[in-house]
């Protein structure tokens, strides 16, 4: 096998409105919906972040951003704290916040296991409890998905959207 060196994102800026639209394609298609769109605001916020996490570090929140982001386009308001305000030199994973669980929150003032637990909690509000369609849009596969609910006790209560 041969080193293939690949610089990193931050320095690929002009790649990032590329794997925006890819990811956000992906994305929609894995689920089911509608892609969203990136404004061009959101998406200059995004071509400016440093992406110390690289590719998976924009993979990731595209993903997050598609099941918390109600509206059909994505606006700076939905970006994360941390990458709207690069600056700022708040500890981007601090204590998470008390939030209800249909808010999305700042992606990275939670905890992992708090994180883990508004994302399944979003999906399942999405897709009105289906599992089926909330477990292929987290990518995984219903039984792993099913799994997590249960670690995380997430269970449909009565007052829960029926569809």
Known sequence: MLPVHL??????????????????????????VLEKKMSRE??????AYSWPGNIRELENLIRYLMVTTEE????PVHLPFHIKNPDAGAEPYGSPPAMASDQAGELCDMTWPRLE????????KKYHWNITRASRASG?????????????????EPGDLDG
């Open 7 to 32: 610089p990193a994102l931050r320095d690929r800026s002009e790649d990032i409105p590329l794997l925006i639209r890819h990811f956000l394609e992906t994305e929609a298609l894995k689920a089911g």
């Open 140 to 156: 995984i596969n219903r039984s792993t998905f099913a799994s997590r609910m249960r670690k995380l006790k997430i269970k449909r």
């Open 42 to 47: 959101a998406s200059q916020i995004l071509v």
């Open 72 to 75: 059909d386009s994505i606006e």
């Open 117 to 124: 637990k508004e994302y399944v909690a979003a999906l399942l």
